[in-house]
Nanobody, 123 residues
Framework: QVQLVESGGGLVQAGGSLRLSCTAS????????VGWFRQAPGKEREFVAG????????YYADSVKGRFTISRDNAKNTVYLQMNSVKPEDTAVYYC????????????????WGQGTQVTVSS
């Protein structure tokens, strides 16, 4: 089992920055990849960014490429999502997820999920 706890959400003005954190506990060595997803009201959950746990390779959704950066600190079992130049359309609940099976973008590839943290971008 892997437990994930997100933090760092809040209210930010358009053009501003915010950093989300996801701290893992439990069998973290079994994780292959960690991803960030988001879900806005009335919309499906969508992939935002992912990072491979051991090698640190990163991949992004086109909508955030160049604005968001995912990184990890293995010693702290923490994955970060640095959000820069945020837009109102970035408003959503952001979820951290861990996969023990594969590196991917589909939510079904991820086995463990955090409770989510709200990000609201004002215009």
């Amino acid at each position: 089992q892997v437990q994930l706890v997100e933090s760092g959400g809040g209210l930010v003005q358009a053009g501003g920055s915010l950093r989300l954190s996801c701290t893992a506990s439990g069998r973290t060595f079994s994780s292959v990849a960690v991803g960030w997803f988001r879900q806005a009201p009335g919309k499906e959950r969508e992939f935002v960014a992912g990072i491979t746990w051991h090698y640190g390779g990163t991949y992004y959704a086109d909508s955030v490429k160049g604005r968001f950066t995912i990184s990890r600190d293995n010693a702290k079992n923490t994955v970060y999502l640095q959000m820069n130049s945020v837009k109102p359309e970035d408003t959503a609940v952001y979820y951290c997820a861990a996969s023990t099976r594969a590196v991917g973008r589909a939510a079904t590839a991820f086995d463990y999920w955090g409770q989510g943290t709200q990000v609201t971008v004002s215009s």
